[in-house]
C-alpha cells in the first residue's frame, strides 16, 4: 500500500507560479511511476505531467508543456509539479498518483494510489 499526500497549492496571480509536492509512504518509492492530473469544476480529470520509474522519461499535456515540469527525488520519496505562467485555467484539484513499475502512463486507470488532492487557483 503507498500513501500519497499532496501539498503546495493555493491562490496565485496570473502569471505567478507554484510548486505541488507529493510525499509517498508505504512502498519504495524509486519503483514507481508518478503522474499529476487536475480536475477542474464541472469537468472531467485530465492529465497533466508524468515521470516514469526511472525518472528518465517525462510527458506533459500540451496544455502546459514548456511551463510545467515534473521531477522526483527519490531520497525524499516525494514528486513535484514545478507550475510557472499560470493562467485562469490552470484552476483546479491537482491530484497525484503512483503506478508500480510504470512507464509514465498519460491516463488515470494506468494508476494504482492517489492523493486527496490539493486545490490551485489562479487568478485573473
Known amino acids: 500500500q503507498v500513501q500519497l499526500v499532496e501539498s503546495g497549492g493555493g491562490l496565485v496571480q496570473t502569471g505567478g507560479s507554484l510548486r505541488l509536492s507529493c510525499a509517498a509512504s508505504?512502498?519504495?518509492?524509486?519503483?514507481?511511476?508518478m503522474g499529476w492530473f487536475r480536475q477542474a469544476p464541472g469537468k472531467e480529470r485530465e492529465f497533466v505531467a508524468a515521470?516514469?520509474?526511472?525518472?528518465?522519461?517525462?510527458y506533459y499535456a500540451s496544455s502546459v508543456k514548456g511551463r510545467f515540469t515534473i521531477y522526483k527525488d527519490n531520497a525524499k520519496n516525494t514528486v513535484y509539479l514545478k507550475m510557472n505562467s499560470l493562467k485562469p485555467e490552470d484552476t483546479a484539484v491537482y491530484y497525484c498518483?503512483?503506478?508500480?513499475w510504470g512507464s509514465g502512463a498519460i491516463v488515470g486507470y494506468e494508476y494504482d494510489y492517489w492523493g486527496q488532492g490539493t486545490q490551485v487557483t489562479v487568478s485573473s
Open positions: 498518483a503512483a503506478d508500480l
Open positions: 508505504g512502498r519504495t518509492f524509486s519503483s514507481y511511476a
Open positions: 515521470i516514469n520509474w526511472a525518472g528518465g522519461a517525462t
